[in-house]
């Protein structure tokens, strides 16, 4: 299959009418390069921050069914399978959520975002079922934006039988230094969990900003079943990118019950360490100097191997209950899955065999490597006890068991 992502520009709520110019002609491109199946950002119409629910209610936004017309209309014209963000009205609700349209444009469902983020909390209601859906490849599992962030989302959709996963999404940029930026998903999320779950992803982004609100990192990116990059977007400006993508049966989950179990309850209480607690780390050195000195400061430890770095469940059992440090052993731990482990736990993962080769801070970023020679690492235990991803987004609060399929 040739799937394309259209990057495109933000723009607020009082340019939506602008987003339908941009939206065919995108899908024209798309169908003039023979794609077969399109996926928009999230929020494509009318934007992404609604400013209000008040204000996304005025006259001047297109209600749901007529953005359902639109969008379906294009998929038809397209003979295209198209994946497109949006706001759904349902009774007196607001879902953020992706429809899903075959070649005849013919709407197979929504897909309803479940892990909100930030200002998602004023306006939306989380989804309660994970996404699949039936096409001519096979299952195609969606999933929007924030979800990526939770392991045990894509874990459901590959547990449901998908075998490829379409991402509407709007980066945001989380970078703390001005004129910086950086997300997790563009930066090593996607690609270590197109290769833990053995399916491609398709992200469709934003880039730019929407007023004063909101800035996004673009990267829009197309990812095979291994991980590898296929196609990526810039930083800036709209966008299409295109790639042969071939749909992969999904990697078994293999879970122990134990396993399972745990993590269908939610986390343990634990005890958080004094503002001031802090670690400095003289590296290089030996694992077992390291469990000492972590031990000595009262840091709460968890210890796995190199090959359990490569599914999600035996870390995130460890934080749920209240590691802080995750030491890998063995010399085998991939960089991109020990970022991923550290970032969707928000926990420090120290990595090596004899010798520690990776440090990584609970935002994911690498602290220090074996490449970068002899320093001296600071950890602040305290931090991997603060599990907000902003002042709106804690991560154990978004997190329902009940909406996994495990």
Not at 230 to 238: C, D, I, Q, W
């Amino acid at each position: 299959m040739l799937a394309a992502a259209a990057q495109m520009q933000a723009l607020t709520m009082d340019r939506a009418a602008e987003v339908w110019p941009v939206v065919e002609h995108l899908a024209a491109e798309a169908r003039r390069r023979g794609a077969d199946l399109l996926v928009f950002p999230e929020a494509t119409y009318p934007a992404y921050h609604l400013e209000s629910v008040e204000r996304y209610r005025r006259p001047d936004i297109l209600r749901t069914e007529a953005v359902l017309d639109r969008f379906a209309a294009l998929a038809a014209a397209g003979r295209l399978w198209l994946v497109a963000g949006l706001v759904e009205e349902a009774a007196d609700r607001l879902y953020n959520s992706a429809a899903v349209f075959d070649r005849t444009g013919r709407l197979l469902g929504l897909a309803r975002k479940h892990f909100l983020w930030d200002g998602d909390h004023e306006w939306f209601t989380r989804g309660d079922t994970p996404a699949v859906f039936d096409t001519e490849w096979g299952r195609m599992g969606v999933l929007i934006c924030a979800d990526a962030r939770a392991p045990e989302i894509p874990a459901s959709l590959a547990h449901l039988g998908a075998r490829f996963i379409a991402q509407p999404t709007a980066w945001v940029n989380t970078a703390a230094e001005p004129g910086a930026a950086y997300n997790i998903q563009p930066e090593f999320l996607i690609e270590a969990r197109a290769a833990e779950f053995g399916v491609p992803f398709v992200c469709a982004d934003k880039s730019g900003r929407e007023g004063d609100a909101l800035e996004y990192v673009g990267r829009s990116r197309i990812v095979d079943a291994a991980g590898r990059l296929l196609a990526e977007a810039g930083p800036t400006g709209g966008e299409l990118i295109l790639a042969e993508l071939s749909p992969a049966s999904p990697r078994p989950l293999r879970l122990s019950e134990r396993c399972r179990a745990r993590l269908r309850e939610g986390p343990h209480p634990t005890t958080r360490p004094g503002a001031g607690r802090r670690l400095e780390l003289a590296l290089p050195c030996s694992m077992e100097v390291l469990a000492a000195s972590l031990t000595a400061a009262q840091a709460r430890i968890g210890r796995i191997t190199a090959e359990e770095l490569l599914g999600f469940a035996p870390s995130r059992c460890l934080a749920l209950d209240g590691a802080q440090v995750l030491l890998v052993e063995g010399d085998g731990a991939r960089v991109p899955f020990a970022r991923a482990r550290a970032a969707e736990n928000r926990v420090y993962v120290l990595a090596g065999g004899e010798q520690c080769h990776l440090v990584v801070s609970p935002d994911g970023r690498i602290l220090w490597n074996r490449g970068d020679g002899p320093a001296a690492v600071a950890l602040n235990l305290a931090e991997a006890d603060v599990k907000q991803f902003n002042p709106r987004t804690h991560l154990w609060a978004e997190r329902d068991p009940a909406f996994f399929r495990l």
